[in-house]
């Protein structure tokens, strides 16, 4: 159980294009979903926190404006990099809150990220 | 802000028992997370830690000390699979629905046979 899913597994665009990244739970609902960014042999960074039905909540110095979150149902949050630069290069994953049994708190699974590479 | 620290690279040979530390500063605190993560996967659940103490699960356990901010994930028989990456994750929203957590540099586990 506790399944996420991502797409696609990578992709590659020229500069100036937007993406747009799927995150799913599969077995579950999750009213939150979390988007993480991680530039290779750097620990994943985290971007925003995705509500179901509300504005995501960005971290500090992430433009909302470039990093287009929607959270539009329980099982579905995209991820749109708009105008995409070079720069923008990562591997960019995303994890769904879950119940842990015995009603601890919410542990996060992780999709199996996306690969985006910018020209 | 947060600043999580453990080591970068460790070493260690099959069968054999390796520790690897977690030190964080954190302003708020709702508990620490330990994940696993080959290389360009996604990172997968080992435990949970929220109140001092240890935590067995199988071959891997996991120590917390909140009053010196300090934790450990101790790994035992260790198998060459094992080799991977491990995080260690602070969850700073107490009584929040948010849940969100903060990440360190995570540390690179090589076993050799």
């Known amino acids: 159980g506790a399944v996420v899913s991502q797409h696609p597994s990578w992709v590659i665009c020229k500069s100036g294009t937007s993406v747009k990244i799927e995150c799913r739970s599969l077995?579950?609902?999750?009213?939150?979903m979390f988007w993480y960014r991680q530039f290779p042999k750097q620990s994943l960074m985290l971007m925003a926190t995705s509500n179901e039905g509300s504005k995501a909540t960005y971290e500090q110095g992430v433009e909302k404006d470039k990093f287009l979150i929607n959270h539009a149902s329980l099982t579905l949050s995209t991820l749109t990099v708009t105008s995409a630069h070079p720069e923008d290069s990562s591997f960019y994953i995303c994890?769904?809150?879950?119940?842990?049994?015995?009603?601890?708190?919410?542990?996060?699974?992780f999709g199996p990220g996306t690969r985006l590479t910018v020209l | 802000g947060q600043n999580i620290d453990q080591p970068t690279e460790m070493t260690a040979t099959e069968g054999a028992i390796v520790q690897i530390n977690c030190t964080y500063q954190t302003s708020g605190f709702n508990g620490l997370f330990w994940y696993q993560q080959h290389a360009g996967e996604a990172p997968t659940f080992l435990s949970y830690?929220?109140?001092?103490g240890l935590e067995e699960k199988g071959r891997f356990s996991s120590f917390l000390s909140r009053s010196k901010g300090y934790s450990y994930l101790l790994l035992k028989e260790l198998q060459m699979k094992d080799s991977a990456s491990y995080l260690c994750?602070?969850?700073?929203?107490?009584?929040?629905?948010?849940?969100?957590?903060?990440f360190g540099r995570g540390t690179q586990l090589t076993v050799w046979p």
């Open positions: 830690n929220v109140l001092d």
């Open positions: 077995d579950f609902q999750a009213t939150t």
């Open positions: 994890s769904a809150r879950a119940g842990l049994a015995g009603g601890r708190t919410d542990t996060q699974y």
């Open positions: 994750a602070v969850s700073r929203d107490r009584g929040s629905t948010l849940g969100r957590l903060y």
